[in-house]
């Protein structure tokens, strides 16, 4: 005979009643008394685990919520933003209050989102979390109408967008634009193929292109005021052939024409938006990755280039996966 086991959580076939009881008290209300009882685990002593050493960045990432960011134009659009908040510790901390990180937007939530605004929550971030060194990354889908190229429709282009503040012990506070540029690349090698096997033997060829994106990292200048709007018109004019949203059969044949005017290497990308970028004396520092997704081969051609300035940015860009579009 089976000896009777001792359950927990759930009654037994021979009716025996659980151990524990299960229930929500929805009724519960917390009092200034309770909540005082609440063990808090900020006041343990001797609770590390692990070496007790500092961490150089702990918080949350990819909490969502609304946010309002201003147009270059004037209007205010509320975008679904995703936010990650960082912060140091200290080797004699346990840990720190996360939710202190994401009230602290809340508390913003009706406020129109800029890059200088992410200063004052990055100083509530040191007072409230106690902490030497704090970061902040809101990532959205940001929309700009875009123009046909000939039949004048338009229709709305979305662009990856984020805005990035980091504020050191010192109270030093650098500012971040990263923005993600799809555009189509049409090989010059492949186009001067192209046409000698056209004119030499009358073969109809066509060249190969493809849909290529470009990251480009901004470090804003201190007093600096950078629009997502200005990015996008920075890389417009270094690249010229972005991807189009709303297309005739006049717009398609102006497309194959300005991929004609403006045929590139995945090297000539990458020069072309530095040779935009250093123009702007908003731009403190840059990072700029470039990948061709290629049509040729089964692999990407990429480029990374920075502009240089000492102690900056480096061309240290590996996750070229994150610019398949």
């Known amino acids: 005979m089976k000896a ?14 659980p151990k524990i009881k299960r229930r929500y008290d929805a009724k519960f209300k917390v009092t200034p008394a309770y909540h005082a009882t609440l063990p808090d685990m900020m006041e343990a002593v001797g609770s590390i685990a692990g070496a007790a050493v500092p961490i150089q960045q702990v918080g949350v990432s990819n909490f969502r919520l609304p946010l ?59 007072k409230k979390v106690v902490t030497l060194n704090a970061r902040v990354k809101l990532s959205f889908s940001y929309p700009m109408l875009q123009r046909a190229l000939r039949s004048g429709l338009e229709g709305h282009q979305f662009y990856n967008v984020s805005f990035e503040g980091i504020i050191d012990a010192a109270g030093v ?7 993600d540029f799809v ?11 192209s046409e000698h096997a056209r004119d030499v033997r009358g073969a109809y060829a066509i060249a190969h292109n493809q849909r290529s994106k470009a990251r480009v990292k901004i470090e804003v200048a201190p007093g600096a005021k950078l629009t997502v709007e200005d990015v996008q018109a920075h890389c417009l004019n270094a690249l010229k052939t972005e991807t189009q949203v709303m297309v005739k059969r006049e717009d398609e044949q102006a497309f194959a024409e300005l991929n004609g005017a403006h045929i590139k290497f995945v090297e000539d990308a990458a020069r072309l938006v530095y040779a935009e970028l250093a123009k702007d004396r908003r731009i ?42």
Do not use: W
């Open 68 to 126: 309002k960011f201003k147009t270059k134009a004037g209007p205010v659009v509320t975008l679904e933003t995703s936010v990650t908040g960082c912060v140091s510790l200290e080797a004699s901390l346990k840990g720190i209050n996360m939710s202190r990180i994401v009230r602290s937007f809340y508390e913003h939530q009706g406020d129109v989102f800029t890059l200088d605004l992410l200063k004052k929550i990055l100083v509530k971030y040191q």
């Open 173 to 179: 506070f650098r500012k971040f634009i990263e923005f």
């Open 284 to 325: 403190a520092d840059f990072q700029v990755a470039c990948s061709h997704l290629e049509s040729l081969h089964s692999h990407d051609a990429v480029s990374v280039i920075c502009k240089g300035v000492k102690g900056g940015f480096t061309a240290d860009f590996s996750d070229f996966r994150s610019l398949v579009c």
């Open 183 to 193: 555009y189509s690349s049409a090989c010059p090698c492949s186009a001067e193929l």
């Open 4 to 17: 009777k086991k001792t359950m927990y959580l759930h009654p037994t076939a021979g009716g025996e009643i």
